[in-house]
């Protein structure tokens, strides 16, 4: 990994399909970046580490509930990818790949001096390059990335179970909202 300026985390919910277990321990799942506006949030490491807003310090910042994990990766690596610019309908040949990059976006509510957005340009619009965004973001993280805080799983602790009286559609939904506010 690079300079603490250059380390962006995630936080991953366990109930979500963010990650799986693999041949060789758990790994990132393109679902894990799923974003309603195709832009994934991420808290920049080396604010999350030191700004008086942030408190806990750190990937507990990031994390925010006890059941939740983390991963870190470089933003040099996202910057990398190449992901290419079809329109299937037109022609099925690519037109160009999009460029990625990691846009600082503090937030007010709630507070969040960290956050910022992996965006793509040109926009990402239909759900089939959104996947494609998704998917390989998690093989960056998988490849160059490593977890700061291992799943609940990995460390014994309970993960909330929905109960029979809750919607799970609301249970979901809540969740997804939990993310697009990351």
């Not at 366990?14 to 990650?19: D, G, L, T, V």
């Not at 309908?89 to 007010?108: A, D, M």
């Not at 910022?116 to 089939?128: D, H, K, M, S, W």
């Not at 291992?150 to 609301?170: F, H, S, Y």
């Amino acid at each position: 990994m690079s300079d603490g300026q250059g380390i962006i985390y995630r936080r991953l919910l366990p109930s979500m399909f963010h990650y799986k277990t693999s041949s060789d321990g758990w790994a990132v799942s393109g679902s894990g970046f799923y974003d309603k506006k195709n832009q994934p949030s991420v808290d920049f490491a080396h604010i999350a580490h030191s700004h008086k807003d942030c408190d806990p310090n750190g990937p507990e910042w990031t994390r925010q509930e006890e059941h939740n994990c983390v991963v870190a990766f470089c933003v040099e690596s996202l910057t990398d990818l190449k992901i290419p610019i079809l329109n299937e309908e037109k022609n099925p040949k690519p037109s160009g790949v999009y460029e990625i990059s990691v846009h600082p976006c503090p937030t007010e509510s709630p507070k969040n001096p960290a956050h910022a957005e992996i965006r793509a340009f040109p926009i990402i619009t239909g759900a089939n390059r959104a996947k494609k965004l998704q998917d390989a973001i998690a093989r960056v993280v998988n490849e160059h990335g490593m977890w700061v805080i291992l799943p609940a799983e990995e460390r014994g602790i309970p993960i909330p179970v929905p109960t029979k009286d809750m919607n799970p559609l609301a249970v979901r939904n809540a969740a997804l909202s939990n993310i697009d506010e990351k």
